[in-house]
């Protein structure tokens, strides 16, 4: 029994002034745009060896995220959870807003963001961009479609949502494989790269969802029945470890190899080690299981809020370390050998993101922020009471 | 605001996502058709003596600079390389340092070309691998994707130096380029002019000709390619590594 669906009044202080803060950084971010594509990627702090930065840690994080967000939506219309059918329209709005704004953020930073047409008339089917222009507007598409599905036609929204469970799981796999495909990357060229990605769009949509839900509802005084509070926590920790056990399968994988032994000590001891331990591990799996985990944290939603924001900063870590260590570990073009050029053959590259690449970011996030904000205003997409079967009994840890 | 109105408006969303969608399928501009000047029974290739390269010597980098307008910008990490001398060592220490130009490999499986999606990246029938600068989105999707480092992004603004070569274009920011193993001469049935100044170490021409003194010679000595292992057929050989 779900009951009614609401907009949120959106009269208050609060809510105003969170339109106006994102749409501050909407604006930063739009001026952000228009420097960089006035005087060129110059102003920027990237360089010919770290060639993506911040901008791109900001878009794949966002993507990534929107394909996780539509985890609640999913577990009720794919696995029959129907306790989470109650966040269904929030689940799939919120996965269109994340992709929106990463995806403006990904466009904007182009070298030539003037020329993206072209992606759309001179299309190469080899290239795994080609292929994630097709991935992220099938997946808006769906969005939409099991959007309308739950507000208007129930009947079709096991198909809808059917659809776009399978295609996030192929759009993600898309993002993954833009790195995990890519051979002369020692980093980041592996086969459970692109599974990883899948595994951290779980846990950071899950997180995100959690804090969005758990804000909106204690913001506009809606009661949010604490066993779905606890499940969201076992759902978190399920993806967690899922996270857990494939860093470490890559970990085994590639330390068995000598062909490895010079990168992956690089990873773990090298000028990224602290983002690998302190953010894709400490952040993203460590210590958000601890705090799951613990019997009084786990069981409080702010507890639960805790362990989300973690997750996601854990997230934003991993897509960081993808990008940032897998461009700055020097080319292994002449293995054995000691490499020194003026192109900076054999050093590790350098890389402090400037602001307006800090800006660019925030403005995707901006973006995203905006559409969810204005969508739950205006329309009907959060139960006016979170509610859970008195015979659903989450487990415990 | 209706509820109806709201409808719509979710409507609208959708059937813009599904125009954005669609859209790639469409041509609404017909792609400008590439010059045929090139020989599919051509394949150029080019073969470096690293025995007779010297440390310090840097005339095929100044005459590619040269001839091709490629800028410098005083900043090491944003310099833009077509060739670049690499000095190495080897680890072990057992062998002697050697010093060698790396250049595009003109791949016979490039990854540039493989990852970029609007192909502005292509190769020739000739073999050369070429960056149309007018269909370049500047994505860098090829500067990730390449072993051997020969692309560079061009980060500022650029012009034709005093001195330049009014043959080749000068490209804007934004764009990717890289070695074109100067193709312009090539078409005019000379090489390229890394291998003009520097007749010792470099020898060009065609790989499919037997007779060509780069297939002869490529059959009478030892040679190595840059990363075999990745299976791209690059057209770049060394001797005497």
Not at chain 1, 231 to 244: A, D, H, M, P, S
Not at chain 1, 316 to 330: D, E, N
Request: charged fraction near 15%; include cysteine.
């Amino acid at each position: 029994m779900i009951s009614k669906f609401t907009a949120i009044e959106g009269r208050s202080p609060g809510y105003f002034a969170l339109l106006g803060l994102f749409g501050l950084l909407l604006a930063l971010g739009a001026a952000a745009f228009l420097y960089v594509e006035l005087q060129g990627h110059g102003v920027t702090n990237m360089t010919n060896q770290v060639i993506w930065g911040l901008p791109h840690i900001f878009a794949i994080s966002l993507l990534v995220m929107a394909s996780g967000a539509l985890n609640l939506a999913s577990m009720s219309t794919v696995f029959g959870a129907y306790h989470y059918k109650q966040f269904g329209r929030f689940s799939a709005f919120l996965a269109i807003a994340l992709l929106s704004g990463g995806l403006a953020v990904l466009v904007l930073d182009l070298g030539r963001p003037d020329r993206m047409l072209l992606t759309m008339i001179h299309m190469n089917f080899s290239s795994m961009f080609t292929w994630n222009v097709f991935l992220y507007s099938g997946f808006l598409i769906l969005c939409f479609l099991y959007l309308w599905s739950m507000f208007q036609h129930e009947k079709f929204t096991k198909i809808a949502g059917s659809a776009a469970f399978a295609w996030r799981l192929i759009l993600t796999t898309g993002t993954g494989s833009i790195f995990g495909v890519i051979h002369a990357r020692e980093v980041f060229h592996s086969a459970i790269t692109a599974p990883t990605f899948i595994a951290v769009s779980l846990t950071s949509g899950t997180a995100v969802s959690v804090l969005l839900l758990l804000g909106v509802f204690r913001a506009t005084g809606r009661e949010f029945d604490q066993k779905l509070v606890q499940g969201l926590r076992n759902t978190l920790i399920f993806f967690t470890l899922l996270v857990l056990y494939l860093l470490i399968v890559e970990k085994f994988t590639k330390s068995y190899s000598p062909a490895f032994y010079e990168v992956e000590s690089w990873i773990l001891t090298g000028p990224y080690a602290w983002l690998y331990w302190g953010g894709v591990v400490g952040a993203g799996v460590l210590l958000p299981l601890a705090i799951l985990f613990n019997r009084s944290l786990g069981n409080s939603p702010s507890g639960v809020v805790a362990a989300s924001v973690v997750s996601i900063v854990g997230e934003f870590a991993f897509v960081s370390h993808v990008l940032l260590a897998g461009q700055s570990y020097p080319f292994n073009m002449f293995p054995g050998y000691r490499m020194s050029s003026p192109f900076l053959d054999g050093q590790t590259a350098s890389y402090v993101p400037s602001f307006p690449e800090f800006f660019l970011g925030m403005g995707g996030v901006a973006i995203a922020a905006l559409i969810f904000l204005v969508g739950i205003r205006f329309f009907r997409l959060l139960p006016e009471k979170a509610e859970a079967p008195e015979s659903w009994h989450p487990w415990n840890p | 605001m209706t509820v109806m109105d709201r409808r719509k408006v979710l409507g609208l969303g959708g059937a813009l996502a599904a125009g954005v969608a669609l859209a790639p399928g469409l041509h609404l501009i017909a792609a400008p058709q590439a010059p045929d000047g090139a020989s599919a029974g051509r394949r150029w290739g080019m073969l470096i003596d690293v025995t007779k390269c010297s440390s310090g010597c840097t005339a095929c980098i100044d005459a590619c600079r040269k001839e091709n307008n490629v800028p410098l910008f005083n900043n090491p990490q944003r310099d833009i390389h077509w060739i670049r001398k690499v000095e190495l060592q080897d680890k072990a220490g057992r062998k002697p340092a050697v010093s060698l130009p790396v250049l595009c490999n003109h791949c016979e499986n490039p990854p540039c070309v493989h990852v970029c999606p609007t192909e502005a990246s292509f190769i020739r029938k000739d073999g050369v691998v070429l960056v149309d600068m007018h269909r370049c989105i500047g994505c860098r999707y090829c500067m990730i994707a390449c072993p051997y480092k020969a692309r560079s992004l061009v980060y500022h603004p650029t012009s034709l130096p005093k001195n330049g070569n009014p043959d080749v274009p000068i490209r804007g920011k934004g764009v990717v380029e890289k070695c074109t193993f100067c193709v312009h001469r090539l078409d005019a049935g000379r090489p390229p002019a890394c291998v003009e100044a520097c007749p010792g170490a470099m020898l060009f021409g065609d790989l499919n000709d037997p007779g060509s003194p780069i297939a002869k010679r490529l059959k009478e000595v030892p040679t190595q390619v840059i990363r075999a292992d990745l299976g791209l057929k690059p057209q770049v050989h060394y001797q005497g590594l």
